[in-house]
């Protein structure tokens, strides 16, 4: 049987993070389901956890008046869900439905934040791994406003 | 000129039969037709395209989108975007058009065999690399995982959809189809095409990789595609520029030293490189 350290320490996420912060980390961690259509958080909640999402398929939404949600992006296998726990006001700006059952280990952001700012050298591999994660969204937000498909008569 | 000349003439168009018009999304056609002459005109290679020529109205590169075993009949997926073009969707079945060609490089078929075979497509771009997955999938055995990767702007600009389904199930194949924009009843990925590339899992060190799309997605993926360690050798992209004579005489679509209708428009990277990052070009 895996053992969460084990799944936590294979996931790309913490690709070369040190054996000294694997057991700050992995006390933090939790295994979690959630059933198809449930909202894994909703937009202006408090945010305090993350995700590494090992089954399953999430959606990012936002909320508009009078239609149905609007989905700006999705989670899958293998990615990381959620950076709001990391920077205040700590508050979800999305929601984040599971479109499909979905499998995945919460990190309690709150736990590591503190354990952050006892130990730098975790914050700093924490910061440097998000802001990876950031940039590619960042990129994947300008090419999608690129609009590229559009047609050009 | 007799008939046989014309046929061996690259600037002669031949007659050909409009068999079957099909709307693929709003603004996008994919044409069955057939020549009138020998079957042996209608073998092609993957990737390459001919010059339709609608009568009285002009002249238009499009890439062959059919099967390639299949030699009664050519398929080209056609996108309205000009006057041309609307004419050529607007052919009812029995109508005539001209043909000259096929042109151009294809795909590197021979080169991908034994090989992970990744195609990464973005909006119509998936239509002159359908010929290359149906080329994989006809001869099973002779290569190794196709990987699809196909992105598009909305669930309904979303092109061959049933086939899409169809490749899906197909043994040691997997297809992932993104969209920039989901709207609603969309259950799908929603992200860039680049963003398939986590949940693709590739197998750089065996992989050939095969690009189309607009040239900026062409750009990121060839990026991505790094980033996974497939490298610039083993990546192949078609380019467009405006194709006239589509043998070389004209000059339209010069690259720097190519010319996109006889050298291309099938590239490997590695030699068109240093061109996609010139601007202006």
């Known amino acids: 049987m895996e053992t969460l350290e084990r799944i936590i320490q294979e996931h790309p996420f913490f690709a070369g993070l040190g054996d000294e ?50 989905v700006v992006a999705t989670v899958g296998v293998g ?57 590619n969204r960042l990129e994947a937000t300008r090419f999608q406003l690129l609009d590229v498909y559009s047609a050009q008569k | 000129m007799t008939a046989a000349a014309a046929q061996l003439d690259a600037m002669v168009p031949c007659p050909g039969v409009v ?19 020998e079957r042996e005109q209608n073998a092609f290679k993957p990737g390459q395209f001919s010059m339709l020529w609608m009568f009285g109205v002009g002249e ?30 607007s052919h009812k079945p029995g109508m005539s058009i001209g043909i000259r060609g096929p042109f151009g490089t294809g795909w590197p078929m021979e080169a991908a065999r034994g090989r992970e075979v990744v195609i990464v497509a973005g909006g119509i771009g998936l239509a002159p690399l359908r010929p290359a997955i149906y080329e994989v999938l006809n001869h099973r055995d002779l290569y190794g995982r196709l990987v699809l990767l196909y992105g598009a702007r909305s669930p309904r600009e979303l ?28 259950h799908g990925n929603v992200g860039v095409v680049t ?26 993926v060839t990026r991505q595609l790094g980033e996974c ?23 339209h679509c010069q690259y720097g030293p190519h010319f996109i209708c006889k050298d291309g ?15 202006e070009l």
């Open chain 2, 159 to 186: 092109l061959y959809r049933k086939e899409l389904a169809a490749w899906a199930r197909q043994p040691n194949t997997q297809v992932l189809v993104t969209v920039d924009y989901g709207g609603l009843g969309w």
């Open chain 2, 19 to 37: 068999r079957q018009v099909a709307k693929d999304t709003p603004d996008t056609f994919t044409l069955t037709v057939s020549r009138e002459n």
């Open chain 2, 60 to 89: 238009v590169p499009i890439s062959i989108s059919g099967d390639p075993a299949n030699c009664d009949q050519l398929t080209y997926t056609v996108r309205s975007v000009g006057k041309t073009t609307e004419a050529l969707v």
């Open chain 1, 21 to 70: 912060f694997m057991d700050l980390v992995s006390g933090c961690a939790s295994n979690v389901r959630f059933a198809k259509d449930a909202y894994i958080f909703r937009e202006g909640q408090a945010a305090n956890t993350f995700y590494l999402v090992r089954e399953g398929n999430v959606s990012l939404e936002i909320y508009a008046p009078q239609r149905k949600p609007i």
């Open chain 2, 229 to 251: 360690g497939v490298t610039t050798e083993s990546t192949y992209l078609s380019m467009e520029r405006n194709m006239q004579c589509a043998v070389g005489f004209c000059g």
């Open chain 2, 195 to 220: 963003t398939l590339f986590k949940s693709a899992k590739l197998q750089p060190a065996n992989s050939i990789a095969m690009i189309c799309g607009p040239e900026i997605m062409m750009r990121f």
């Open chain 2, 265 to 279: 428009p099938v590239f490997p990277y590695a030699k068109i490189r240093p061109l996609l990052d010139k601007h």
């Open chain 1, 79 to 135: 990615e990381v869900l959620g950076w709001s726990w990391l920077l205040p006001p700590y508050e979800w700006k999305f929601n984040a439905h599971a479109t499909a059952n979905t499998r995945a280990i919460a990190l309690d952001g709150k736990c590591l934040r503190e354990k952050c700012e006892k130990n730098h050298d975790l914050g700093y591999e924490f910061l440097k791994r998000f802001a990876q994660i950031v940039v």
